[in-house]
């Protein structure tokens, strides 16, 4: 998907810029950005705050300036903890920028533009690896025919947001300061098609998007798509300082600013995640399954002693590691290395999540029951269930522990 998407944008006269990956900028001014700090150098950057990319928008409107059409396919980073299957910290993000652009519509066409190029080029690859078994699982054919599908049919639907919210109405749905995800899947189901919302409410989006006259809205779009909900979203972008400026005004945002002094043109720009993408091209349920990764199990154990809740988890996943080790020697001590270690999740006590690499899964399984002691205190771990995903432990965690409690109380009140 890169080579293609660097393909289509080098075809359309585009250049590719690859912006900072240390900024002083939270481009949403939502302050999900990770700051950055140094650990022996707490004034590494001085008085000035630094934090990963939440996008690379900014630095791309101010390369229009000399290049009018530039875009960047570069990793962003959003400090929401989320444990869902849509969401990811550390992502890819395709962002597209363009001088001397005064419609959203040229933008819902250029966005339109590069979902179809992408789609039509991608199916044989798509026909190959649907072939390999590892793939069959993960894939849902279904999903890439509903983007085929809409490749030789007209225009993407595109709708103002106020014409949404009332075919949501008549839908029996209650909308309330947005669309949520449901709603955004219900519209794509009702026009069989990725969609255009377009002219959200002004106080819905960014300050550095353009307002209509009157103020009430924001000229920007969002398009949604099969299995994920919203995939992209751009806007014009505001050409007047001190309107910018009543919305939010940043120090950290004045040479942002200044730009609008210096003769910029008037510009629009649009940005598309590409692991939502991939996952709503290919039907692929959970997000974090677009990245390479290696297969891990999660253990959530449980001490039944109630010593380990006084004991940090690193002392007993490296009691469990120790045991690996004692039992398979040094082949065992390598599987456990560099893997092996407990998963930070905010358990009840005396609970906690050990992670292992999946095809050394039978080493835990082994090892468990003969970890006897923490820290010079008496334990005995039990395992309560194994996952390859970290949330249904989580959840089971929470019930486990609220079922106790109800236990608890019920037996008291007799």
């Known amino acids: 998907m890169n080579l293609l998407t660097h393909k289509y944008f080098t075809q359309n006269d585009f250049t590719h810029i690859d912006t900072p990956l240390i900024s002083a900028n939270d481009c949403e001014g939502a302050g999900e950005a990770f700051q950055i700090l140094s650990p022996n150098d707490p004034d590494f950057f001085g008085e000035e705050e630094k934090y990963l990319p939440v996008s690379g928008q900014l630095h791309l409107e101010a390369m229009t300036t000399g290049i009018p ?19 990811l910290a550390e992502f890819r993000m395709l962002e597209a920028e363009r001088a001397f652009t005064d419609s959203v519509d040229d933008l819902c066409d250029e966005v339109e533009g590069y979902i179809k190029f992408v789609t039509t080029e991608i199916q044989p690859f798509f026909q190959n690896f649907a072939k390999i078994s590892t793939f069959q699982g993960l894939f849902l054919e279904d ?21 949404a919210v009332d075919l949501l109405q008549k839908h029996g ?19 069989k098609s990725p969609l255009f919302v377009y002219n959200y409410p002004s106080e819905q989006k960014p300050f550095y998007m353009q307002r209509s006259e ?20 751009g806007s014009l972008r505001e050409p007047d300082i001190d309107k910018m400026k009543s919305r939010q ?49 999660y253990y959530l154990i449980e001490d039944v002693e109630n010593n380990t809740s006084q004991l940090p988890h690193k002392a007993i996943s490296a009691a469990v590691s120790a045991k690996i080790g004692e039992l398979y020697g040094d082949f065992g001590h390598a599987a456990v290395a560099s893997k092996f270690g407990q998963h930070p999740i905010n358990a009840p006590a005396g609970m906690l999540v ?15 029951p003969f970890v006897s002691s923490v820290g010079g205190k008496p334990v005995q771990l039990v395992l309560l269930r194994r996952s390859s995903t970290i949330r249904s432990l989580y959840l ?14 019920a037996l008291s009140n007799k």
């Open 69 to 87: 059409r530039v875009y960047t396919l570069n990793t962003a980073f959003r400090a929401e903890k989320s444990l869902s299957r849509q969401h």
């Open 143 to 163: 999903s890439i025919k509903f983007f085929t599908e809409s490749v030789e049919a007209a225009n993407y639907p595109r709708m103002k947001y106020d014409e």
């Open 173 to 191: 749905e209650i909308v309330n300061k947005g669309l949520n995800k449901a709603q955004e899947l219900l519209l794509v189901d009702i026009c």
């Open 214 to 233: 009157n103020g009430k809205e924001a000229l920007c779009f969002d398009l949604l798509a099969p299995f994920v909900g919203e995939l992209a979203g």
């Open 249 to 297: 005004n940043s120090q950290s945002l004045n040479w942002y600013y200044e730009l609008r002094t210096r003769g910029t043109p008037q510009t629009g720009g649009f940005g598309l995640g590409m692991d939502r993408f991939m996952q709503a091209l290919f039907g692929i349920a959970n997000i974090k399954d677009t990245m390479v990764k290696f297969k891990r199990r």
């Open 354 to 368: 050990i992670k292992a690499p999946a095809e050394y899964a039978y080493m835990v399984d082994a090892a468990l």
């Open 396 to 409: 089971l965690a929470w019930k486990l522990h609220n079922r106790r409690l109800q236990a608890e109380a």
